[in-house]
T-cell receptor, first 112, second 115 residues
């Protein structure tokens, strides 16, 4: 059974600081997704990573995938308050690629 | 594109009542997923369909839950009878399997409260 772990679960950081969220998964997969959820809202797709070594960047967020280590990272550069949200990683099941297993989420709070 | 559409957005009902949640996927998508989100259990996949056929319903918690997809543009999730522990946000998502990345797009969700 595929298991997906994120850490930290909660992250409070000051504006302007850098930090990384980690996503580990238990079985082989080459599909990893990052989503953002604002309080009371739905999930918004941020990044789709489909191969080992894939790196995607959008603004202050950069995601990478290491399939050998079964690890993805979401790096935040010079955080701003607008990035406050919960971030989820999700891993594609190799048996049925369309099915995703989600991590527990990382609640990010950026303080002024 | 209107995105995934769900209705109702909020539902408050009493224990024992039947609840029906509705979803319209993005046009052209061939996969449809129903998720439930709670603080205690996080985001759980309940069931998903491919080309209107249920593929995996192992996440459906009990026989009180049922889901149908009568055509490519409509799906329902029914709870009968509802219980307070069913209170959660239910999300519908859709994706296109032919694109290679299987990215899922989520609807706005239905917040269900069972009293």
């Amino acid at each position: 059974e595929l298991k997906v772990e994120q850490n930290p679960l909660f992250l409070s950081m000051q504006e302007g600081k850098n930090y990384t969220i980690y996503c580990n998964y238990s079985t082989t997969s080459d599909r990893l997704y990052w989503y953002r959820q604002d309080p009371g809202k739905s999930l918004e797709s941020l990044f789709v990573l489909l191969s080992n070594g894939a790196v995607k960047q959008e603004g202050r967020l950069m995601a990478s995938l290491d399939t050998k280590a079964r690890l993805s990272t979401l790096h935040i550069t010079a955080a701003v308050h607008d990035l406050s949200a919960t971030y989820f990683c999700a891993v594609g099941d190799t048996g049925t690629a369309s099915k995703l297993t989600f991590g527990t989420g990382t609640r990010l709070q950026v303080t002024l | 594109d209107a995105g995934v559409i769900q209705s109702p957005r909020h539902e408050v009902t009493e224990m024992g009542q039947e609840v029906t949640l509705r979803c319209k996927p993005i046009s052209g998508h061939d996969y449809l997923f129903w998720y439930r989100q709670t603080m205690m259990r996080g985001l759980e996949l309940l069931i998903y369909f491919n080309n209107n056929v249920p593929i995996d319903d192992s996440g459906m918690p009990e026989d009180r839950f049922s889901a149908k997809m009568p055509n490519a543009s409509f799906s329902t999730l029914k709870i009968q009878p509802s219980e307070p522990r069913d209170s959660a946000v239910y999300f519908c998502a859709s994706s296109w399997g032919g694109g290679g990345n299987n990215e899922q797009f989520f609807g706005p969700g239905t917040r269900l409260t069972v009293l």
